[in-house]
Nanobody, 117 residues
Framework: QVQLVESGGGLVQAGDSLRLSCAASGITFNRVAMGWFRRAPGKEREFVSAIRWSGGTTTGTDSMKGRFTISRDNAKNTVYLQMNSLKPEDTAIYYC??????????WGQGTQVTVSS
């Protein structure tokens, strides 16, 4: 059974940093691409960043690039999202996902990030 458990969310002020973690189990983690997505209130889910099993990364919008960094520790079966210079518009529930055969097949329950101005 695949489980993805996010942690690290919280309430912060604009300009602060947070590091989200996602611990995975039930998958061969070091052979799986992992991703982060977010859903803000009243908006559709949005791609944030992804990291291939080999370490290559992609990041979503220009606003995220330079502020958000994805990384992984295959020894700990964990993927991270370092978020710096947070803005109120980054407020959302952040979800971790794992790839299977080219689709985001597995999802965590999400962790709330709230950025106050």
């Amino acid at each position: 059974q695949v489980q993805l458990v996010e942690s690290g969310g919280g309430l912060v002020q604009a300009g602060d940093s947070l590091r989200l973690s996602c611990a995975a189990s039930g998958i061969t983690f070091n052979r799986v691409a992992m991703g982060w997505f977010r859903r803000a209130p009243g908006k559709e889910r949005e791609f944030v960043s992804a990291i291939r099993w080999s370490g290559g990364t992609t990041t979503g919008t220009d606003s995220m690039k330079g502020r958000f960094t994805i990384s992984r520790d295959n020894a700990k079966n964990t993927v991270y999202l370092q978020m710096n210079s947070l803005k109120p518009e980054d407020t959302a529930i952040y979800y971790c996902a794992a790839d299977r055969a080219g689709t985001w097949a597995y999802w965590g329950q999400g962790t709330q990030v709230t950025v106050s101005s």
